[in-house]
């Protein structure tokens, strides 16, 4: 079978787009995570005497939601598991939400970088994983596109 539907290429060519940008996503929680719990103000800004000790809050939710990614990815590419991916997407979506209510509840203002943050990788996660889990479920189980 040579011929490929225009839709099967378009829906090809999508999914690789979408990976980049999942691969872009996970790339920018990892390094801003890291820029956030050392203090580098290059991505996030530097409200260390407004946060106080709550800074320190979320330096550690940042690193936890580096070693999350870091696992999620990992049972992603050797699990072969786009449906984590996802789960993923959800739960960083999950957490502008409850960003914006830990900022009220400690009555403090939270760089909206973060919320941005959480939303862009949320949805990359979200769609991609969708994505690619919906078309493992087609191909019987087997990815569709491996190329990681």
């Given amino acids: 079978m040579q011929t490929k539907t225009l839709a099967g290429k378009t829906l090809d060519i999508v999914e690789l787009l979408l990976q980049v940008n999942f691969n872009a996503a996970v790339l920018l929680v990892l390094i801003s995570s890291a820029l956030s719990m050392f203090g580098g103000a290059i991505y996030f800004e530097d409200n260390s005497d407004l946060y106080g000790p709550l800074a320190n809050n979320l330096r550690l939710m940042m690193f936890y939601l580096s070693l999350v990614q870091i696992a999620v990815y990992s049972f992603y590419l050797y699990g072969n598991s786009p449906a984590a991916v996802a789960g993923l997407g959800v739960f960083l979506l999950l957490l502008t939400a409850s960003l914006g209510f830990y900022a009220s509840i400690n009555q403090i203002e939270i760089d909206e970088k973060y919320a941005e943050l ?11 994983g969708g994505l690619a889990a919906f078309r493992q479920d087609r191909h019987g189980g087997s990815s569709a596109s491996k190329g990681h």
């Avoid at 959480?118 to 991609?128: E, K, N, Q, T």
């Fill in 118 to 128: 959480f939303l862009y990788a949320g949805a990359s996660h979200l769609v991609y």
